[in-house]
T-cell receptor, first 113, second 116 residues
Framework: DAGITQSPRHKVTETGTPVTLRCHQTENHRYMYWYRQDPGHGLRLIHYSYGVKDTDKGEVSDGYSVSRSKTEDFLLTLESATSSQTSVYFC????????????FGPGTRLLVL | AQSVTQLGSHVSVSEGALVLLRCNYSSSVPPYLFWYVQYPNQGLQLLLKYTTGATLVKGINGFEAEFKKSETSFHLTKPSAHMSDAAEYFCAVSGAYGGSQGNLIFGKGTKLSVKP
């Protein structure tokens, strides 16, 4: 596996609380991505980063923010969690010199009650 | 803009039978095409990809896919299914020119079951 870790791996939280998920890579890839996976929807891009402090929105960015202060870390924050944000969240890394191939982390399972 | 359609959310085959998972794409720029596999409770793993060159692409675990531009298809095949192939398979497309079009767009996935 590419050197990608996600923390926490599982989290249960209550509606209205802030939640931060962390993605850490040891591969020095420029691009990092956050996806959510829901049954019947495949993977949908939330936000991505193309360098330190350089981020952009994806398909389903409402209710989420991200930060990247170091090459190796990409944080996803749910400012005020809602039940619709219950999902499995995947981080991915990529280097576009390899033809857009992305490598995925193990995922974080989030339950918002 | 790009989009991906995977025909069949569930496919069931017998062990030893041909596996065929269908993927059609739409892209306004030359596409890069990918197949990923996801085993239960794991992340996605790259099976194979097409960027340029030979249109028949071989991947891991005996899988291959053929890029057919005229049919806008990238179907995944394996001649003989193994029990260990049971997983969910995702087709994805990105634009060859990079930028935001370089992001991956995924299909909704096809869950493959293999019967003994």
């Amino acid at each position: 596996d590419a050197g990608i870790t996600q923390s926490p791996r599982h989290k249960v939280t209550e509606t209205g609380t802030p939640v931060t998920l962390r993605c850490h890579q040891t591969e020095n890839h420029r691009y990092m991505y956050w996806y959510r996976q829901d049954p019947g929807h495949g993977l949908r891009l939330i936000h991505y980063s193309y360098g330190v402090k350089d981020t952009d929105k994806g398909e389903v960015s409402d209710g989420y923010s991200v930060s990247r202060s170091k090459t190796e870390d990409f944080l996803l924050t749910l400012e005020s969690a809602t039940s619709s944000q219950t999902s499995v969240y995947f981080c991915a890394i990529g280097d576009r010199t390899t033809g857009e191939t992305q490598y995925f982390g193990p995922g974080t399972r989030l339950l918002v009650l | 803009a790009q989009s991906v359609t995977q025909l069949g959310s569930h496919v069931s085959v017998s062990e030893g039978a041909l596996v065929l998972l269908r993927c059609n794409y739409s892209s306004s720029v030359p596409p890069y095409l990918f197949w990923y596999v996801q085993y239960p409770n794991q992340g996605l793993q790259l099976l194979l990809k097409y960027t340029t060159g030979a249109t028949l692409v071989k991947g891991i675990n005996g899988f291959e896919a053929e890029f057919k531009k005229s049919e806008t298809s990238f179907h995944l095949t394996k001649p003989s299914a193994h029990m260990s192939d049971a997983a969910e398979y995702f087709c994805a497309v990105s634009g060859a020119y990079g930028g935001s079009q370089g992001n991956l767009i995924f299909g909704k996935g096809t869950k493959l079951s293999v019967k003994p």
